[in-house]
């Protein structure tokens, strides 16, 4: 992973602010910052996977 950039495309003060944030966070411990957004994929992958099986489990017992 590498040092949070600026999307290429026209952009708010919160977008901007977020992206110098998350910069700020990086440039000050970049290992830590990797794992925290490492960790954060898993989780959201995690999360996905659980909705996911709530559709089908729902779909299974709605007979469709």
Known sequence: MSRPNYPNCVMTPGVIRGVQERQRDYDQDPEAYENREKQHRED??????????AMTKDIEREGC
């Not at 959201?44 to 996911?52: D, F, S």
């Open 44 to 53: 959201m992958q995690r999360h996905e996977e659980q909705m996911q099986e």
